[in-house]
């Protein structure tokens, strides 16, 4: 499954990010995030932060704050890990807000993602053989996922 992580067709990667500071109020547009609300494709992101900012949101469609612990781990169940799964595991949704206040604003905020992707020739099927999702390689999978997310 993840055989070629690293070396050959799999689309695991590592990202990192930098939300530089906001100094002034002013070009903060109401309702404006840092980044929109998603969930990942692919199988776990384990996610490492610094500042305040991330928020997740629960079965109510609330979003609550998952402020950084100093040596933890995000770890965040992807769309792929639902989709073997049949949705007994759900994926995670997410966003990244903007500090309310002017402290918070003041200062920037860096992640480092990890996205663990299964290899691109592996079958994604339901794995308690069950019909929920119509199985499919894992590219067309990713494909499917892009086309659905840029158009």
Not at 64 to 89: E, R
Not at 118 to 132: E, F, H, I, N, R
């Amino acid at each position: 499954m993840f055989k070629h992580m690293g070396t050959g067709p799999n689309g695991t990667s590592l990202r990192s990010t930098r939300y530089p500071p906001i100094p002034d109020p002013e070009v903060v547009k109401e309702n404006q995030l840092r980044c929109a609300e998603h969930t990942d494709i692919g199988c776990v992101t384990l996610l490492f932060q610094d500042r305040p900012g991330l928020e997740v949101c629960t079965e109510g469609d609330n979003y609550v704050l998952a402020p950084p612990i100093p040596g933890t781990v995000v770890v965040n169940i992807g769309d792929m890990l639902q989709w073997w799964t049949a949705d007994k595991l759900v994926s995670t949704k997410y966003r990244v807000n903007i500090p309310e206040t002017a402290e918070g604003r003041g200062k920037g905020r860096r992640s480092i993602a990890f996205f663990a992707k299964a290899d691109s020739d592996v079958q994604l099927k339901c794995l308690d053989g069950s019909d929920k999702y119509k199985p499919m390689l894992v590219r067309e999978y990713h494909k499917m996922k892009l086309r659905t997310t840029y158009i």
